[in-house]
């Protein structure tokens, strides 16, 4: 492979104004002085789904997680990431509040040992709703959100273990609405589901997003292809290429991108 350092960057920018969040040199060091991210700029377009495609250990899911400060117990995190015309990656801002409005969807599902309901009044309570009826119809806005109302409706005082694995992703999804936040990022959300559960989850994610931005990391080409609107492509912590999915995966800028999309490495 040719040296990849000698390769531009095709990053496709927005107007400030557009981007529900964007980052600014964001870079990533573990242990203090191993660095696996590097000046990473992107704009995540609001009301859009934008996928994060690369080889194994390429950074997407390091940079993913930085965006609602998932990284501060294990790592340094350099540069500026602005949403709501603020900083959040400084000490001051409390990373509670901010995965709130930032939330994350996790590669396995991770359902709480509790009943269906308990799952979702477990996060609102925890975040200080304990009003019965807006519990009730939170649950129910939540789970139809998440296209799961009518599969569970009837047993939602049943343990969510005894769900499905795409029912337990979609209800995770559920726990992460709730809360109402804005941005929703997920790391690889279907990679332990079967085929019927994935489509289930990817027709879920492109209803979501008539209200939230969403950021996924993502191993499926043909996934990234079906339901994002703009895909960034990492190589070895850097961000190569970000443009619009269609242009990514017909029109390559990139030799390096292109190769990937090929299935030439990664």
């Given at each position: ?19 529900a969040i964007y980052t600014q ?24 789904i934008t996928a994060l495609i ?213």
């Amino acid at each position: 492979m040719e040296n990849w350092q000698n390769q531009p960057n095709y990053i496709k920018t927005f107007d400030e104004d557009e981007c529900a969040i964007y980052t600014q040199d964001l870079s990533v060091f573990y242990g203090g002085t191993i660095q696996k991210l590097f000046d990473v700029s992107l704009g995540f377009k609001k009301n859009t789904i934008t996928a994060l495609i690369g080889a194994s250990g390429s950074g997407k899911s390091t940079f993913l997680r930085s965006l609602n400060r998932m990284n501060d117990q294990v790592a340094r995190v350099d540069g500026s990431i602005i949403f709501h015309d603020l900083d959040v990656n400084q000490k001051k801002i409390n990373v509670y509040e901010l995965r709130k409005t930032i939330g994350m969807v996790f590669q396995k599902p991770n359902p709480f040992p509790k009943s269906i309901k308990d799952n979702i009044i477990y996060a609102l309570k925890a975040n200080g709703q304990h009003d019965k009826a807006t519990l009730e119809q939170l649950v129910e806005e939540s789970l139809r959100a998440a296209a799961l109302w009518d599969e569970v409706k009837d047993k939602l005082d049943q343990s969510a273990l005894a769900l499905s694995g795409g029912q337990q992703q979609r209800l995770c999804i559920a726990r992460a609405i709730a809360l109402k936040p804005e941005i929703l990022l997920l790391d690889e959300p279907a990679s332990a589901l079967d085929p019927v559960s994935t489509a289930k989850l990817e027709d879920t994610l492109k209803q979501l997003r008539e209200k939230y931005t969403m950021v996924m990391v993502t191993h499926n080409m043909q996934q990234a292809s079906r339901i994002s609107e703009y895909t960034a492509f990492f190589h070895l912590g850097h961000a190569l290429e970000y443009d619009t999915t269609s242009n990514i995966f017909t029109n390559p800028q990139g030799s390096i991108t292109e190769k990937y999309i090929q299935g030439s490495f990664g």
